[in-house]
C-alpha cells in the first residue's frame, strides 16, 4: 500500500512538472492589445477584444509559430508586467471581462497560476533600447501599404529629382565624382549617361538637386520614361546606391493630374544685388533760394544731405540774406544816430546849418494825410503777416506731434521686438535639439540684437531732438515775437494817426528793435524750413535707395559680418531642432518607406556656392542671399566662422517639400500632421527606467513614444516661435525699423515742411511791412515836429505841432 502511494506521488510530481508554464511574455503577444491603449472610455472597442482573444505567431526559425495568448499565458500576473504602464494594464483589466468568450487569468479574478507555474518575463532579455529595436526588426513585420498608385504621368521636358545620402559631400567632391554619381543614377533609373545632371549640393547631409532630361535627340521625357523614373524610386523598388554613398533617400517631383499643366521646374540664376550709386544731390530748396556757402566764396552747393561743415555752411547761406539785412538796418539806424548827434552839436556851438538833419521839406496837409494813410497801410500787411503765423501755429504744431508720435512709436516697437527676440532665443537655446552645435553662447546674440537696438534708438531719438529743437526754435519763439510785433504795429498805427509825434518817437525806437529781430528770425526761419525739407527729402531718399542714401551713414545698422551670423545663427537652430525631431522620427517610424518628415526649411549651402558667379541655383532671388552676398562680394564677410569642416556655411530658405517629397511637413503642424505617430506607450516607466513593453509596442506599430513625441512637439513649437522671429531679427540688423520710422514720418515731416514755408511767408511779410512802416513813421514823426514850420497850409493855431 505504502508503495503504491509513493508510485502515485511520484506520478502526480512528473506529471506536475511535465503541466509547468513554458511561456514567454514577448512582444508578439502583448502587441495584440495594442488597439486597448486608444479606447478612452470604460467599455471595450471590438478592436481591444478581438486583440485579447486572438491567438498570436511568432517567427521561429523563419517559420511563424502559434503561441499563447497574453492573457491565456498569465502575463497579467506578474507584477513586472504591470509595472510597465500600470495606468495602461488597469485598463485592460477593466476592459477584459467584458469581452465575451474571455476567461480573465489575473490576480483581479483570482485565477493565475502558481509562482512555479507563472509565464516568463521575455522583456527581461533587452537589456538596452537598441536591443528592443533588433527583436522587432526581427519579427519581421510587414511593409505598411504604399499609397495609392498615381495616374499616368504626362510627358515633360524636365523632371527634378532630389536626393539625400548620408554622407559628407566630399564623396561627390570632384568633377569626375560627380559625373560618375550622375551616370550611375541615370543607370539606376533605367536612363542614358547625360541625362542625370546634379544642379544644386548642399549640406545636410548631403543634399542634391538634380535634373532629369530627354535623352539626346528627344525634346522630352515621356509619360511612360516619367512613370519608370517614379517606379524606379519607389520604396517599394528597393533603390539603393553603392555602400560609400551611405544610406539612400531619394523622390521625384509628383506629376499633375492628366491633361494638367506639369509643375514648373524651380528657375535658378547667380545672386545679383542692388548696386550703390553714389548720392543724389538734393533738389532746389523749399523756398527757392540758392543753396550758396558764404564761407567758400558764395560758391554753390552740390552735395546731398550730409552732416558736414559744407552742407551746414549752405544752411548758414539760406540765412544770409535776413541776417544780412538784419544787420543792414542796425548799422543805418546807428548812422542815423550819429547824424543827429553830431548835427546838433555842430548846430549848438559852430553853425546854426546843421540843425537841418532830418527837417522835412515844405509839404501840405494832403501830404501828411497821404503819409499817414500810407503808415497805416503797412500796418496792415504788417497785420496779415502776424495773422499767417497765427493760422499756421495749429498745423505746424500738430505735424510736429505727428511726426514726434511716429518716432515714440517705432522705438516702442523696437523695444517690443528686441524683447520677443531676445526672450525667445533664450528660451529656444534651453531646448537640447535647438542648440547650435559650436557656435557660442546664445547671449552673445541676445547682447548682438540689444546692441543694434540701442544704435537705432540712439539715432531716432537723436533725429527726435534735432526736429523738435528746430521746430521749438523757429516755430514757438518766432510765434510769440510775431505776436509781439502784432501789438507795437496796432500802437504805432493809432499813434500815427491821432498824430501822437512824442509817443511816436518811443515807438520806432521799439519798432527798430523788432525791425531787426524780424529779419533776423526770417533768416532762421529760412535755415529751418530748408533744413526739415531737406530731411524729408533724405527719409524719401533713404526709402527708394537705403544703399545710396546719405542717411546710411548716418544711421548705422549692424554690421553685415554681425547681422549674417545673427541670421545664420537662428536658422541653423531651426534646422538644427527639425533635424532632431526628424531623427527622432527616423528612429521609431523609419521602417514605414511612405513616413512623411518635418520640412527643414533652410538649406545649409556653402557660402562659396550660394555666392557663386557661375553656379545657378534657385536661392537667387531671396533677400537673405542679397544681403548676404552683396556683403560677402564686398569682403564684408572675412572672418565669417567656420564650421569644423573648414566650410562657412549659410541658410537660404528651402522650398518645402525638402529635401525630399517625404520631408514635408511643417514645425508649426508637427503635432497636428504627425498625430498619427504618437504611441500610447511611454519610454520610461513611472520610477524612470527604461520600458522595454511600451518600446516595444511602439516599435512594432512604428510610433514614437508619446513621451518623446510630447517632447519633440514641445521642439516643434518652440523652433515655430524661432521662425516666427527669424523675420523680426532680419528686419532688425537690415535696419527695417528705421524704414519704417520714416515712412511714418515722412508724411508728417511733409506737412511740417509745408507749414515752416506758410510761417516763413508770414514773417517775410511782417519784416517787409515793418521796414516800410519804420521809413514812413520817421517821415510822418518829422512832419508833425515841424508841422507850423514846414507846412504850407498850416493852422494860424498851430494845428497839430501841439499834439504829444
Not at 553853425?351 to 500810407?374: H, Q, T, W
Not at 516661435?721 to 528705421?738: A, H, K, R, T, Y
Given at each position: 500500500m505504502r508503495a503504491t502511494c509513493i508510485a502515485l506521488a511520484l506520478g502526480l510530481l512528473v506529471a506536475a512538472a511535465s503541466a509547468a508554464n513554458t511561456d514567454t511574455c514577448g512582444i508578439e503577444a502583448a502587441v495584440e492589445l495594442f488597439p486597448c491603449a486608444a479606447v478612452n472610455g470604460t467599455e471595450p472597442s471590438k478592436e481591444c477584444c478581438a486583440g485579447l482573444l486572438a491567438t498570436p505567431t511568432k517567427k521561429v526559425g523563419g517559420v511563424y509559430t502559434t503561441i499563447?495568448?497574453?492573457?491565456?499565458?498569465?502575463?497579467?500576473?506578474?507584477?513586472?508586467?504591470?509595472?510597465?504602464?500600470?495606468?495602461?494594464?488597469?485598463?485592460?483589466?477593466?476592459?477584459?471581462?467584458?469581452?465575451?468568450?474571455?476567461?480573465?487569468?489575473?490576480?483581479?479574478?483570482?485565477?493565475?497560476?502558481?509562482?512555479?507555474?507563472?509565464?516568463?518575463?521575455g522583456f527581461e532579455d533587452y537589456k538596452s533600447q537598441a536591443e528592443v529595436k533588433a527583436a522587432v526588426e526581427a519579427m519581421g513585420n510587414p511593409t505598411p501599404p504604399a499609397p495609392p498608385a498615381a495616374a499616368g504621368s504626362n510627358a515633360t521636358k524636365a523632371v527634378e529629382m532630389d536626393l539625400m545620402l548620408s554622407v559628407d559631400p566630399s564623396v561627390i567632391g570632384s568633377d569626375t565624382e560627380r559625373k560618375a554619381l550622375e551616370d550611375l543614377l541615370a543607370a539606376r533609373l533605367g536612363l542614358k549617361a547625360g541625362q542625370v545632371r546634379i544642379k544644386l549640393v548642399s549640406k545636410g547631409s548631403t543634399i542634391m538637386k538634380l535634373e532629369i532630361t530627354p535623352e539626346a535627340g528627344q525634346t522630352e521625357l515621356t509619360g511612360a520614361q516619367v512613370d519608370m523614373i517614379s517606379n524606379n524610386l519607389a520604396p517599394s523598388a528597393g533603390f539603393t546606391l553603392p555602400g560609400k554613398y551611405g544610406t539612400v533617400k531619394a523622390t521625384v517631383a509628383p506629376q499633375p493630374a492628366p491633361g494638367a499643366a506639369p509643375a514648373p521646374i524651380q528657375p535658378s540664376g547667380i545672386v545679383t544685388f542692388p548696386v550703390k550709386s553714389p548720392p543724389s544731390a538734393l533738389p532746389a530748396t523749399l523756398l527757392g533760394l540758392p543753396r550758396v556757402n558764404p564761407l567758400d566764396g558764395g560758391a554753390e552747393y552740390e552735395g546731398g544731405f550730409t552732416i558736414s561743415n559744407d552742407y551746414f555752411a549752405s544752411l548758414l547761406g539760406q540765412g544770409v540774406p535776413g541776417v544780412a539785412v538784419g544787420i543792414i538796418m542796425l548799422v543805418a539806424m546807428v548812422l542815423m544816430?550819429?547824424?543827429?548827434?553830431?548835427?546838433?552839436?555842430?548846430?549848438?556851438?559852430?553853425?546854426?546849418?546843421?540843425?537841418?538833419?532830418?527837417?522835412?521839406?515844405?509839404?501840405?496837409?494832403?501830404?501828411?494825410?497821404?503819409?499817414?494813410?500810407?503808415?497805416?497801410?503797412?500796418?496792415?500787411?504788417?497785420?496779415?503777416?502776424?495773422?499767417?503765423?497765427?493760422?499756421?501755429?495749429?498745423?505746424?504744431?500738430?505735424?510736429?506731434?505727428?511726426?514726434?508720435?511716429?518716432?515714440?512709436?517705432?522705438?516702442?516697437?523696437?523695444?517690443?521686438?528686441?524683447?520677443?527676440?531676445?526672450?525667445?532665443?533664450?528660451?529656444?537655446?534651453?531646448?537640447?535639439?535647438?542648440?547650435?552645435?559650436?557656435?557660442?553662447?546664445?547671449?552673445?546674440?541676445?547682447?548682438?540684437?540689444?546692441?543694434?537696438?540701442?544704435?537705432?534708438?540712439?539715432?531716432?531719438?537723436k533725429a527726435q531732438t534735432d526736429i523738435e529743437s528746430a521746430i521749438d526754435q523757429g516755430g514757438g519763439y518766432a510765434i510769440i515775437a510775431a505776436g509781439v510785433m502784432f501789438g507795437i504795429t496796432f500802437i504805432i498805427a493809432v499813434a500815427g494817426v491821432i498824430g501822437f509825434y512824442r509817443a511816436l518817437i518811443f515807438l520806432i525806437v521799439l519798432l527798430s528793435i523788432f525791425l531787426i529781430l524780424g529779419w533776423i528770425v526770417w533768416g532762421a526761419l529760412t535755415i529751418t524750413a530748408t533744413f526739415v525739407d531737406d530731411l524729408c527729402v533724405a527719409m524719401k531718399g533713404y526709402l527708394n535707395d537705403r544703399y545710396s542714401s546719405e542717411l546710411s551713414t548716418l544711421i548705422p545698422c549692424l554690421d553685415a559680418k554681425a547681422a549674417v551670423e545673427t541670421m545664420n545663427r537662428a536658422r541653423s537652430m531651426v534646422r538644427s531642432g527639425v533635424s532632431g525631431v526628424n531623427d527622432e522620427l527616423e528612429e521609431y517610424a523609419g521602417g514605414n518607406p511612405y513616413l512623411s518628415y518635418l520640412c527643414y526649411l533652410y538649406v545649409k549651402m556653402d557660402i562659396k556656392d550660394l555666392c557663386s558667379k557661375d553656379k545657378p541655383h534657385p536661392f537667387y532671388m531671396q533677400d537673405y542671399s542679397k544681403f548676404v552676398c552683396e556683403a560677402y562680394s564686398l569682403g564684408k564677410l572675412n572672418g565669417l566662422k567656420a564650421e569644423s569642416d573648414g566650410v562657412t556655411y549659410v541658410y537660404p530658405d528651402a522650398f518645402c517639400p525638402y529635401p525630399t517629397r517625404y520631408y514635408s511637413v511643417l514645425v508649426g503642424d508637427f503635432a497636428t500632421g504627425l498625430k498619427a505617430l504618437r504611441c500610447p506607450f511611454s519610454s520610461k516607466t513611472e520610477s524612470g527606467e527604461t520600458n522595454e513593453f511600451g518600446l516595444a509596442q511602439c516599435y512594432v506599430k512604428k510610433q514614437i513614444p508619446y513621451d518623446i513625441f510630447d517632447d519633440a512637439a514641445k521642439t516643434a513649437r518652440?523652433?515655430?516661435?524661432?521662425?516666427?522671429?527669424?523675420?523680426?531679427?532680419?528686419?532688425?540688423?537690415?535696419?527695417?525699423?528705421?524704414?519704417?520710422?520714416?515712412?511714418?514720418?515722412?508724411?508728417?515731416?511733409?506737412?511740417?515742411?509745408?507749414?515752416?514755408?506758410?510761417?516763413?511767408t508770414g514773417f517775410l511779410l511782417i519784416a517787409i511791412s515793418y521796414l516800410c512802416l519804420w521809413i514812413s513813421s520817421i517821415v510822418v514823426v518829422s512832419r508833425l515836429r515841424f508841422y507850423n514850420e514846414f507846412c504850407t497850409d498850416a493852422d494860424a493855431a498851430g494845428g497839430e505841432t501841439n499834439k504829444v
Open positions: 499563447t495568448s497574453f492573457n491565456n499565458a498569465g502575463c497579467f500576473c506578474l507584477p513586472k508586467i504591470t509595472s510597465y504602464d500600470k495606468a495602461y494594464f488597469d485598463k485592460v483589466m477593466l476592459f477584459a471581462p467584458q469581452c465575451a468568450g474571455l476567461t480573465v487569468v489575473s490576480p483581479t479574478a483570482k485565477t493565475c497560476p502558481t509562482a512555479a507555474n507563472l509565464p516568463r518575463n544816430i550819429v547824424v543827429y548827434i553830431v548835427s546838433t552839436i555842430c548846430g549848438a556851438t559852430l553853425c546854426k546849418c546843421c540843425n537841418g538833419a532830418y527837417k522835412p521839406r515844405k509839404f501840405s496837409k494832403r501830404d501828411l494825410l497821404i503819409n499817414k494813410g500810407i503808415m497805416v497801410g503797412f500796418c496792415v500787411l504788417a497785420a496779415v503777416g502776424c495773422f499767417i503765423v497765427f493760422g499756421v501755429t495749429n498745423p505746424l504744431l500738430e505735424s510736429t506731434k505727428d511726426l514726434t508720435a511716429g518716432m515714440a512709436d517705432t522705438v516702442s516697437e523696437l523695444t517690443v521686438t528686441v524683447t520677443k527676440i531676445a526672450d525667445t532665443l533664450v528660451t529656444a537655446s534651453q531646448d537640447a535639439k535647438l542648440k547650435s552645435l559650436g557656435e557660442g553662447d546664445i547671449k552673445d546674440i541676445t547682447d548682438g540684437l540689444k546692441e543694434a537696438a540701442e544704435t537705432v534708438d540712439i539715432a531716432v531719438q518652440t523652433a515655430q516661435s524661432v521662425i516666427d522671429i527669424v523675420p523680426d531679427v532680419e528686419n532688425l540688423i537690415q535696419c527695417g525699423l528705421v524704414a519704417n520710422a520714416f515712412n511714418k514720418m515722412v508724411g508728417p515731416c511733409d506737412d511740417m515742411a509745408a507749414a515752416l514755408a506758410t510761417l516763413w
